[in-house]
């Protein structure tokens, strides 16, 4: 797999661009994400309201933060489950390998989780000697082509329906290589029987967490495959992987982010399977796992607190802003080099990793506010964008070459005199050497713009000269 | 004449490149009924340094546009994104000093995009002018999103004897220029404006229209380069009748 | 273990700016709403005689590619149930909820239904439960875990048939 790091951005992005097959699959995705989700609210009015309550209900919660935990922690503990709690990615791969070979565990399913890759899991238990498997038909596929998920919802959403049969092809040696292998549905059924059978043979299973309920106790997932779920049904001990900003306070409220977030994410009225784990199996139960852990991760959220970017704690993670996102939709998910690709990732990554290491990425966004106007818990993404931006101003992490130019246009804006001498000249000039073919293909100083575009030429005077000489 | 008295904020770069947006503007407004003044010490609205983190300088620039604006009765911006920065985000720049907050305040109430001055407030629902072609429209994303900017334009061409109007496919979409991101990040911005070339060729229509130079810039500049024959220009343009003028790119015949 | 739970939670004081825990006025407050909560706002679309949310709810389920069968009483599911597999070219072989709802229903009018109580192996091709409840809004099903209803059923074997008296069809999840 070729590593990225969000501070390669630039070089990651051009080498995304250069790749016909994500550029296929993106615009075959990006119509069905948009659509579906404008399908789904057209046919509920009260969408906009729904999102209005989401927000001020994440807003409580984290205002109350650590009050909805420690509720939270009590009715896990009174089912019999247990909490764990991590400071970082390091603390919760030991935590989760500390289970794991308590159990003697060889064999690990994995549901969908945004945190499990947050913190590197299959890595650890790999290093550990055990054996990771994901059950999510896309993290399954990117896992055995040893590449990161490019989206949070769609880890698979960068490739095409023939780059995915010619891995299966690859992977499932022991099928009949003449099998027909290029339609979806063929596709999800092979790797459904390929899967089906390492459920079986798990000790554990780690899920993520959607939301984590205060009322109850219980964790919240939400598929459409119905994998999370048998991950955590069937192995002797399951294991939630959540961040701390996943409680909410009662069943009420998740239902309410529920209606909000499927509509959002895929355009779905309702996930296939929303799915509610309250503690270990009961006495009487006949299935269900015997331990129940869930690991509550920090990992740099509550430094975000009490900041300008506390909003972003906010996010469901629907992945409607990337869905929405002309730049994610040219470079893919990929480029953005973590877990977070995205606008939201464009916030959180800097937040979680540190602005020197992903400052590329509040940067490469044009504040359309596509992603605001869809986001369904309203985060101010594009405002984030910006205060990384000023953070990255005042300690001097912008490039250099930008920072003395902006201040320079600064330097002229700010004295009117000035900048009608100098402009009156020089656009002048431009125009003048503009004239005959009314635009430029290339100019020394502006090599970024010229690369792709013609630049229009001045008309020839400009506005204010002119006015000055008619009045 | 009372209570009209507007000041054309011009913006930079239809100062710079396309003073006829500016006298465009002029004409409609004068139509509307309003006295237009040009203050005369005004440069930039401040974006660029916004955007690029520079709060300090734009801070100082905000207070020289205030300075110089603030008399009139309305502030008049031919460009969605310089009348969504001063209306929609200076405030935002004096949260921790009430006075400056107030006057920006004041401001921001009455700072305007030229197009949806004349339907919402001057109550203009027809232009007298003449066009003969068809046009489609992109939807520049801050005068969409900042300030819901989006039939205003539509009624105004429908007016207009001879202009067929077609839609533009993703015409919400942004354009891929976004200000310095256009230079910082060309390759990405590339693939944008590419794709909405793309999708302004497929309407078949003989101009494209928007209401934010910097975007028309981008796309008019992307067009020209893979040689497509299709005017682009700034909306106020044709509404004003202007379209006789070369278009954005386009050298004088002279 | 417990440092870091204590790192963790005094962390967040700090950055909300609280020096210790929430007042206790407000923490009743708080675990009133974590202990009682209220309704929310709900989809409207279910304001509808009990007959239409029926209706509503098979709409809705048949949407999302379920299958939908009415039944007029118990009597029949039995039939209905072996016609189903038959057309789906199932075997008439299923796992069932140990559910007492189900045990009323006649299944020896299908004396070739061959019917396993319990939790489903990986042979499994049918299951057979009943649901707590469904919801028209959506078209979803409700399960509760218990020693009546394995979850197991609910998701290991390909087909999931569901015996659901009308009267568990509610407006609202
Ligand atoms: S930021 Fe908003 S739109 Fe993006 S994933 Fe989070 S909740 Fe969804």
Redesign the pocket.
Known sequence: MTESIPSQFKENAVRQLADEDLRQALTKSKGHFTGGRQKSIDNLPEFEELRDKARDIKNHTIENLDFYLEAYEKKVLSSGGHVHWASTAKDAQEIVLNICQTVGATSVNKGKSMIGEECDINEALEAAGINAVETDLGEYIIQIRNERPSH?IAPAVHLTKAQVEESFRETHTHLDPERVLDEPPTLLEEARKVLRKKYFEAEVGITGANFLVAETGSSIIVTNEGNGDLSQLLPRVHIVLASIEKVVPNLEDASTLLRVLAR??TGQEFSVYTTISTGPRRDEDLDGPEEYHVILLDNGRTSMLGTEFQD?L?????????NHCPVYQSVGGHAYGWVYP???GA?LSPGLLGVDEAGHLPNASTFCGR?EE????H?P?PKMMRHWREREFERHLTPNAYRKGIQLWSFIALRPNLYKRLTSFHIRILGWIGRRRGRFSSLPMAKGWTKYRDLPAPEGKTFQKQWSERS | MKNNRVALFITCLVDLFRPTVGFASIKLLEEAGCEVVVPRQQTCCGQPAYNTGDRADTISIAKQVIVEFEDYDYIIVPSGSCAGMISKHYPALFSQDSNWLDRANRLSKKTYELISFLTDIMGVDSVDSEFQGTVTYHDACSGLRELSIHDQPRRLLSSIDGLHLRELDDANVCCGFGGTFCVKYADISNRMVETKAEQVIATGADTLLAGDLGCLLNMAGKLQRDGVELNVRHVAEVLAGMADKPAIGVPSKD | MNNERNNIINNIRKSLGRAGPICSEEAKELNARVNKPVRNLLPSRTELPKNELINLFQKMAEDVFATVERVKNTDEIPDSLTDYLKKENLPAQVVMSPDPYLDNTPWEKQPLLEIRKGIPNEQDMVSVTSAAGAVAETGTLAMFSGPSHPSTLNFLPETHVVVLPVDRITKNY
Not at chain 1, 374 to 377: E, I, K, L, M, T
């Open positions: 949070i959002s994410a972003m906010r996010c469901i993670r629907c992945g409607a802003c990337m995205g606008p939201m916030v992603c869809v986001c369904p818990v985060i993404l």
